[in-house]
């Protein structure tokens, strides 16, 4: 059994900043991806930015020099630094983990979520 957890969000003003986490734990033989989505009310769920691990990243366009996603490979954890927050970055932001387990491959496990609220 693999659980994602994620923490960090909250309410902030246009232009602040958050630091997302996401742990993972359980029967985890390796993380090809770790990786954080958002969905907006009424929007279908985007990706945001995810890191292999070997530290290779990938943006969204429009989060491009703003976010950073950053992985500690030991404790099975990944960040996502957010600068510039606007009001189009509300959303929940949902952490996805690729796993490879002892008995799978590669299946991908999702948290439940942390809501991310930018307004003034």
């Known amino acids: 059994q693999v659980q994602v957890v994620e923490s960090g969000g909250g309410l902030v003003q246009p232009g602040g900043s958050l630091r997302l986490s996401c742990a993972a734990s359980g029967t985890i033989f390796s993380i090809h991806v770790m990786g954080w989505y958002r969905q907006a009310p009424g929007k279908q769920r985007e990706l945001v930015a995810d890191?292999?691990?070997?530290?290779?990243?990938n943006y969204q366009d429009s989060v491009k020099g703003r976010f950073t996603i950053s992985r500690d490979n030991a404790n099975k954890t990944v960040y996502l630094r957010m600068n510039s927050l606007k009001s189009e970055d509300t959303a929940v932001y949902y952490c996805n983990a690729r796993v490879e387990t002892p008995f799978t491959y590669e299946m991908d496990y999702w948290g439940k979520g942390t809501l991310v609220t930018v307004s003034s």
């Open positions: 890191i292999t691990s070997d530290g290779r990243t």
